[in-house]
């Protein structure tokens, strides 16, 4: 991975849950720019604009809540948001502008449904920890994941393996990004529940490439009358 990316090569990082879950779906959406909205995504983003709320910033007791917290990377190459950030009290903490004394970062990511079996979540929110602890030059060794049909939070701990897994991914992203390449169909049980299966068409291309089924189509497009 370079030692620092330039801002024009910075990746989405909400882009890394869609590699996780499939390298070709990554690649359509923020490559090519494809999308198609399903139950699954507009139940996602409806609670992610919960999470953002106009009233950005407020005050509970000793813990401060920061919504839609703009965050980035120069060594992981990356930048998005962090549903929310909550800042406690803390002399272990660090100074944040306008406000006094010092303060402990805490993401939190809020996701639909229940925990999931494989890493994804964890892997996004431990990105948003390392774009954290670069932009305030601080440690930030735990986080939350909410999920909306459980209404609790599940801690996740940034272990030395999550946060190398993370560095491989964003490495293998960028290398895809500066080719331009997008990754062949390999249909998986995880395409049934894909937003863009109508068009990634996993099931056509079978055992074919997407130029040759785009020739195909063509032809019988020439054919008809």
Same mark, same amino acid.
């Given at each position: 991975m370079a030692e620092e990316y330039a801002e024009e090569d910075f990746l989405q990082l909400s882009g890394l849950q869609?590699?996780?879950? &499939?390298r070709r779906q990554w690649a359509l959406i923020h490559l090519e720019g494809q999308w198609k909205d399903n139950l699954w995504t507009v139940e996602g983003s409806w609670l992610h604009r919960r999470a953002h709320d106009p009233q950005q910033t407020e005050r509970r007791g000793e813990t401060l809540i920061c919504r839609d917290l703009r965050i980035h990377s120069r060594r992981l190459g990356v930048s998005g948001a962090c549903d929310v950030v909550e800042f406690t009290s803390s002399p272990a903490g660090v100074p944040l502008a306008g406000r006094p004394g010092l303060w402990q970062a805490y993401p939190v990511e809020y996701k639909r449904g229940s925990a999931k079996l494989?890493? =994804?979540d964890r892997l996004q929110l431990c990105c948003? =920890?390392?774009c954290l602890e670069e932009m305030l030059c601080c440690q930030v060794p735990a986080g939350a994941l909410f999920y909306g049909q459980t209404r609790r939070r599940e801690e996740v701990c940034f272990s030395a393996g999550l946060r190398q897994a993370v560095r491989a991914m964003l490495c293998e992203m960028h290398q895809l990004a500066a080719r331009g390449y997008t990754p062949k169909c390999r249909p998986a049980r995880?395409? %049934?529940a894909c937003s863009l299966k109508? $068009? &990634? $068409?996993? %099931?056509?291309?079978? %055992?074919?490439?997407?130029q040759s089924y785009l020739d195909m189509r063509l032809s019988e497009m020439e054919g008809s009358p």
């Open positions: 869609h590699f996780i879950y &499939c494989t890493d =994804a948003q =920890a390392m995880r395409c %049934g109508p $068009l &990634c $068409l996993p %099931g056509t291309l079978r %055992g074919r490439s997407a």
